[in-house]
């Protein structure tokens, strides 16, 4: 079965200090990993898609990385509006082909000024 | 602008009442999804639709229902049969088979409490 595990549950950190966000995963057949980023009481904002292991995106002061059975989010001098849930999520074969999405527990993170 | 709309954004019912969710989309995509968000756990979903008046059922279906008689709209209802219907319901859509893109974008999410 596809599973996705997300650590840590929580990180705090201070503004300036930079961190990784991790997300494991075990599919049948990746057909896409996802990273969004989700505000109390509002839906996740998209942030980035990886298809193949090396690859890589970046966005402000983040960059997601993907190898073959995980993927970091990397956040460099992160500032207190990067606070945040940080949900993973990833595409597979299971299923058939369709656009499903299984999707981890999250990063509850938190950066103090 | 283009995006998801949903409402109401909270929702109050007394149990054994249905109650339904609106999701409205105006960016094109072919694909809705409805999930549930608990305190905790990963979303969960509930119901999905890649094409219009063609619905499957995701993880979670029982005391659900939806329908997709329109591209734009997909709507939840909740039934009284839905043993915990107090959640955070988000409804999300992709391109699906349009394109190549994958990724999902979701709307601002309603809040349901039932007492």
């Known amino acids: 079965e596809d599973q996705v595990t997300q650590s840590p549950e929580a990180l705090r950190l201070q503004e300036g200090e930079s961190s990784s966000l991790n997300c494991s995963y075990t599919v049948s057949g990746l057909r896409g990993l996802f990273w969004y980023r989700q505000d109390p009481g509002k839906g996740p904002e998209f942030l980035f898609t990886l298809y193949s292991a090396g690859e890589e995106k970046e966005k402000e002061r983040l960059k997601a990385t993907l190898t073959k059975k995980e993927s970091f989010l990397h956040i460099t001098a992160p500032k207190p509006e990067d606070s945040a849930t940080y949900l993973c999520?990833?595409?597979?074969?299971?299923?058939?082909?369709?656009?499903?999405?299984?999707f981890g527990t999250g990063t509850l993170l938190a950066v103090q000024p | 602008d283009g995006g998801i709309t949903q409402s109401p954004k909270y929702l109050f019912r007394k149990e054994g009442q249905n109650v339904t969710l609106s999701c409205e989309q105006n960016l094109n995509h072919d694909a809705m999804y409805w999930y549930r968000q608990d305190p905790g756990q990963g979303l969960r979903l509930i119901y999905y639709s890649q094409i219009v008046n063609d619905f499957q059922k995701g993880d979670i279906a029982e005391g659900y229902s939806v329908s997709r008689e329109k591209k734009e709209s997909f709507p939840l209802t909740v039934t009284s049969a839905q043993k915990n219907p107090t959640a955070f319901y988000l409804c999300?859509?992709?391109?699906?088979?349009?394109?190549?893109?994958?990724?999902?974008?979701f709307g601002p999410g309603t809040r349901l409490t039932v007492t």
């Open positions: 999300a859509s992709s391109a699906g088979r349009q394109g190549t893109s994958y990724e999902q974008y």
């Open positions: 999520a990833v595409r597979s074969n299971y299923g058939g082909a369709t656009n499903k999405l299984i």
